[in-house]
């Protein structure tokens, strides 16, 4: 049959021609040759001689690397979103057909493309080598399965097209068979995106980060992940109000609360202790709180009244800091400790509640805890009466431990307070200690008799963080299993696994009150999912991270959740929309471990492997084209010296050079040789630079101040109930 088709389409073609030529069609004579040219004898469209062979895929990559390369500047840096798909499905295509040595080469010689941002991702791919990987590898697979959307300018979209189809038989065809089978071009009406153009500056000015519009390109759940409007239903209510308190604690509370009023009348102007506590649980009442059987808690006892009533006190008194800052906000003090010695050894560190204690763990499998007063550590052990050390080593974990955290405390009172309870006043420092490690467990520290309570033994492989919830009782763990489990304290099992990303967990942090969990995952996923600890369901995804997510915080009014990571930057979301608020940078690269929010959920502190401690506006500035510039921190006025765990630290108050200063450890020296200033860098940087790795850094209107050590890069940073900010380090004379 084939011989006769074949002679009949070319007599068809022989006949109309022919009879085109006959009635003096002649422009319509040539149009029709030069379209049966690439038609076989068939009638089908012939195989292109590019069409043929493996080779096709580098050449087609080539023709267009070359095209963006020689476009002009305004438009590469949009169109250059192009070559990571056509890089990713050409090899994929390879693999799929068998072509593995070509698929090998291919990645060899492009790889060097795409190292700086796609790292991860060129790892995961290369291990990818047989048809079958392509078919059962879940990255492999979400690429396969979902079209890469790439954002383009409009008159971008018709060049594109308009060089492809010109260039067709040069590599043109295969760049367009890729583009139309597995991607998604979407073509709008905006402006280049490109630093410089006229859209980036009117975004600028706008406080509009430049890939806003471009928040769902690429692949759902690989880069950007999985949007809030793909998958859930934002507006599904969220209970963000505080956790009411107990009726029976409540009460008990109020009581001795009305005793010390009576007893220690405040100053004219101060609101009396009742008074506070009333605003408190006015804030209780409202709509949006959780109910008390959400997440069922043990019966309060004596050592909780006297921790609320402390806890008021705190609130009552603490340095305020109210409303919107615009960047120029009151200053915040920040007291630095560092530790020497420790060549590179510390992998984690804590600060009590009770700002008592500090606790580290390290690569070498131990954790040790020190007494940031200097005064030595208490022990119930009948044995060790006598013993006299500030600093104590746990033992117990048998690979190096990620993560230490503290339980809850508040500073022990001179005076019982609990006039009708027989014996000693109770004890409100901090009484147990969390550890996770590499060896896959979480250990339970007593801090009265230094020794191991429990062994938690739940996760597949390392758990990299460990979280006591905001009332005790329960902690969240995260690791290596790429699940989030909540514990209760008396459970050796868990009572709830949070179960989805893709990847690793890097960072937790709880909701303050108790019934959510935030969670971020590293390599390919960079995802944030906010977890109900009631049903163990996800109910928001965050995406826009494209840098391994490093640290989480939840704002203690429970409305907005702060993330960073090792880019530098710091996002803003908005817990309720499950929508970015805005981005924060002045960071150098290398990691913001530590975030922290003040008591008014007005001001966030961060802490950076570049060895700054900063402080930044929650809220957009309020005139960012008029932000003065500013040096880098390490030039500015107000760089201080590190501050040391040995005996006579001190920091001044302010960071004012009139003498005022804090002791922190052992007995007062002169402030006049070992003050550790901590002035606030001038605010408003909107205009500023830092300096990151020999490059220049721009600094966002809304950072307030900016600590800088010498050497030492900052490993946790913690808002006091006081408002004063606690930071600690490892010294690195390398740096």
Request: proline fraction near 6%; hydrophobic fraction near 35%.
């Amino acid at each position: 049959m084939a011989p006769s088709t074949s002679a009949s389409w070319g007599t068809g073609s022989y006949l109309v021609t022919d009879y085109l030529k006959k009635k003096g069609f002649t422009k319509t004579e040539a149009v029709f040759r030069q379209e049966t040219s690439n038609l076989g004898p068939d009638g089908r469209p012939a195989a292109r001689s590019e069409d043929n062979g493996p080779k096709k895929y580098m050449k087609a990559f080539i023709l267009l690397r070359d095209w963006v390369d020689k476009n002009l500047d305004i438009y590469k840096f949009e169109l250059r979103k192009l070559l990571w798909p056509v890089f990713v499905y050409s090899y994929l295509e390879l693999v799929s057909q068998g072509h593995n040595e070509e698929a090998k080469n291919f990645m060899a010689a492009l790889r060097p493309e795409f190292e700086a941002t796609h790292q991860e991702s060129l790892n995961l791919f290369a291990i990818i080598t047989l048809p079958q990987h392509v078919r059962e590898n879940q990255t492999a697979r979400a690429y396969r399965e979902n079209k890469y959307s790439i954002p383009l300018n409009q008159s971008l979209a018709g060049n594109l097209f308009h060089f492809l189809e010109r260039e067709a038989d040069n590599g043109g065809a295969t760049v367009t068979y890729i583009l139309q089978t597995f991607c998604r071009v979407e073509v709008s009406a905006r402006g280049p995106i490109e630093p410089y153009s006229f859209e980036a500056i009117y975004r600028r000015t706008q406080n509009i980060d430049l890939d806003e519009i471009d928040a769902h390109e690429g692949i759902p759940g690989v880069f950007t992940g999985i949007s809030n409007k793909d998958v859930l239903d934002t507006s599904a209510p969220l209970k963000l109000g505080p956790l009411p308190m107990e009726p029976d604690l409540r009460d008990d509370v109020r009581a001795e609360l009305e005793d010390e009023d009576k007893l220690h009348p405040p100053a004219q102007g101060v609101p009396t202790l009742v008074e506070e506590f009333d605003r408190r649980i006015k804030r209780e009442e409202s709509a949006d709180v959780p109910g008390r059987t959400d997440v069922p808690l043990p019966p309060s006892r004596a050592r909780d009244v006297v921790m609320e009533v402390q806890k008021v006190r705190e609130n009552r008194d603490r340095f305020k800091i109210e409303g919107r800052t615009g960047g120029v906000g009151v200053g915040v003090s920040a007291c630095m400790f560092t530790f020497h010695n420790t060549l590179g050894s510390v992998s984690c560190m804590d600060f009590s509640n009770d700002h008592q204690l500090v606790a580290v763990g390290t690569m070498d499998s131990y954790i040790r805890v020190w007494s940031l007063t200097g005064k030595p550590l208490p022990t119930a052990n009948s044995g060790e009466k006598d013993l006299k050390v500030n600093n104590r080593k746990l033992i117990g974990h048998s690979a190096p431990v990620y993560g230490v955290s503290f339980s809850d405390s508040t500073g022990n009172l001179d005076r019982n307070i609990l006039q009708d309870v027989d014996g000693p006043q109770p004890d409100t420092s901090t009484k147990l200690l969390l550890s996770c490690s590499a060896d896959g467990q979480v250990r339970l520290w007593s801090l009265d008799v230094w020794a191991c309570l429990c062994v938690y033994k739940a996760h597949d492989g390392p758990v990299f963080r460990v979280l006591w919830g905001p009332h005790g009782h329960y902690f969240a763990t995260a690791g290596w299993d790429k699940t989030v489990r909540v514990f209760a304290q008396d459970h050796a099992s868990a009572q709830r696994i949070m179960v989805g990303h893709d990847t690793s967990i890097s960072a937790i942090t709880w909701h303050p009150n108790g019934t959510y969990v935030f969670s971020a995952s590293d390599e390919t996923d960079k995802t944030i999912r906010m977890w109900s600890v009631t049903t163990g369901g996800c109910v928001r995804i965050f995406t826009g991270h494209t840098d391994y997510i490093s640290s989480l915080k939840c704002a203690p009014n429970g409305k907005i959740l702060a993330s960073a990571d090792i880019g530098g930057n710091i996002f803003f979301w908005d817990i309720e929309k499950g929508t970015r608020i805005k981005r924060c940078r002045g960071h150098g690269k290398g990691g913001i471990p530590s975030l922290d929010f003040s008591v008014e959920s007005t001001v966030l502190v961060s802490g950076g492997l570049d060895g700054t401690v900063r402080i930044w506006d929650v809220e957009l500035p309020a005139d960012p084209s008029k932000a003065n510039a500013i040096t880098a921190p390490a030039t500015a006025t107000g760089q201080q010296p590190d501050g040391a765990t040995t005996t006579g630290d001190s920091i001044a108050v302010g960071g004012s050079g009139d003498g005022r200063s804090i002791t922190v450890g052992g007995a007062p020296t002169q402030p006049t040789n070992t003050t550790t200033t901590s002035t606030a860098v001038s605010s408003g940087t909107g205009g500023g630079t830092g300096k990151k790795k020999g490059k220049e850094v721009q600094i966002t209107p809304d950072q307030i101040s900016a600590f800088s050590t010498k050497k030492t890069p900052v490993m946790k940073v913690k808002f006091s109930r006081m408002n004063l900010v606690v930071a600690g380090g490892c010294y690195d004379p390398e740096r």
